[in-house]
């Protein structure tokens, strides 16, 4: 199993900036992907940005130029700064992470709680 702690979320004027972590901890053996995910009230949850183990990204089209997700390796733990804030921002977002674990054996989606992202106008 892998747990997600997720950490930063909060509520920021439209312009500002916040920066979420997520730390991935349990049987893992390998991280292949790492990113995060929003849903916004009434809406389908959506790909916010994702990091591979390559070191590919992928943004949300709405967020590239804004937001940027890096990677700490050592310490299993991926970011998303997010600047330039906007009232559309406004969601609770998902850290998720693909790996293979030892326990259970094989390869694996995890979500975290989520993190609520409130940005007033």
């Known amino acids: 199993q892998v747990q997600l702690v997720e950490s930063g979320g909060g509520l920021v004027q439209a312009g500002g900036s916040l920066r979420l972590s997520c730390a991935a901890s349990?049987?893992?053996?390998?991280?292949?992907?790492m990113g995060w995910y929003r849903q916004a009230p009434g809406k389908q949850r959506e790909l916010v940005a994702t990091?591979?183990?390559?070191?590919?990204?992928d943004y949300l089209d709405s967020v590239k130029g804004r937001f940027t997700i890096s990677r700490d390796n050592a310490k299993d733990t991926v970011y998303l700064q997010m600047n330039t804030l906007k009232p559309e921002d406004t969601a609770v977002y998902y850290c998720?992470?693909?790996?293979?674990?030892?326990?259970?054996?094989?390869?694996?989606?995890?979500w975290g709680q989520g993190t609520q992202v409130t940005v007033s106008s």
């Open positions: 998720y992470v693909r790996a293979i674990t030892y326990t259970p054996i094989g390869l694996n989606d995890y």
């Open positions: 990091l591979t183990s390559g070191g590919n990204t």
């Open positions: 349990g049987s893992i053996a390998s991280i292949n992907v």
